[in-house]
C-alpha cells in the first residue's frame, strides 16, 4: 500500500508543477507558438494549423516571422469558440 501513496505522490508532484508552469505563462505579455502549445496542452503543430485556418487570434511580423500571440486573447478565444 505504501508504494502506491509513493506514486500518488509522484503524480500530484507531476500535476502541481505543470500548473504551475502553465500558471507563470501569464506573467509574460506575449506568448510564442510554444506558450500556446503548453498552454492548450496540445502540439505546436495543430497551433500552426489553427493559424493557417485563421482559427485562433495571433499576429505575425513580416512575410515569414513568427507567431505571436496576447494571452488575454487566446482565453478570450477559448470562452467564445471554444478549444478542440
Known amino acids: 500500500m505504501s508504494g502506491n501513496n509513493k506514486v500518488n505522490e509522484v503524480d500530484l508532484r507531476l500535476y ?6 502553465r500558471s507563470k505563462l501569464f ?4 506568448w510564442q507558438i510554444k506558450d500556446v502549445a503548453l498552454f492548450l496542452d496540445c502540439s505546436i503543430g495543430h497551433i500552426y494549423n489553427l493559424c493557417s485556418q485563421k482559427m ?7 512575410k515569414r516571422g513568427r507567431l505571436y500571440f496576447i494571452p ?6 477559448i ?6
Do not use: A, C
Not at 16 to 21: E, R
Not at 56 to 62: E, R
Not at 72 to 77: M, P
Not at 79 to 84: V, Y
Open 16 to 21: 502541481s508543477d505543470d500548473v504551475t508552469t
Open 27 to 30: 506573467l509574460i505579455h506575449i
Open 56 to 62: 485562433i487570434p495571433f499576429y505575425k511580423k513580416g
Open 72 to 77: 488575454s486573447e487566446i482565453l478570450d478565444w
Open 79 to 84: 470562452k467564445d469558440r471554444g478549444f478542440r
